[in-house]
């Protein structure tokens, strides 16, 4: 949250879904309770499980963004099967020719602090 203002939660859960971690933005009202949070978590967890059968031909997993009204949702495999999620505000923004929809929500920035995560782990 230090390196990105946009970013309202983070958590990491390990692969059965249990949150090992997780820090909320201060001043930032939460949208999704925390129990329907780890519902999400689940969710996600499986779709990567079920992502990781066609590695061998697409090769892994980066990212996925999920774009809703109020937020974007973002979840990152880690190593061991555990996850990163991050939220991150959805305010309007300006359409921007030539930008790519993950510049738009700084995508660089929280892959930076994933790979400097996995490099010290």
């Known amino acids: 949250m230090d390196f990105n203002d946009t970013i309202r939660f983070a958590a990491i859960c390990?692969?059965?879904?249990?949150?090992?971690?997780?820090?909320?933005?201060?001043?930032?009202?939460?949208?999704?309770?925390?129990?329907?949070?780890?519902?999400?978590l689940q969710r996600a967890l499986s779709a990567w499980q079920e992502r990781s059968q066609v590695t061998s031909i697409v090769g892994r997993g980066l990212y996925t963004i999920a774009s809703y009204e109020k937020i974007k949702r973002i979840t990152i495999p880690l190593p061991k099967g555990d996850m990163l999620f991050v939220t991150v505000g959805n305010d309007p923004l300006q359409v921007k020719k030539g930008k790519s929809y993950g510049h738009l929500v700084e995508m660089g920035k929280i892959l930076s602090i994933v790979d400097f995560v996995n490099e010290n782990s």
Do not use: F
Request: charged share 25%; net charge positive; no cysteine.
């Open 14 to 40: 390990n692969s059965n879904g249990e949150i090992l971690w997780h820090s909320q933005r201060s001043g930032v009202k939460n949208i999704v309770p925390l129990e329907d949070t780890k519902k999400t």
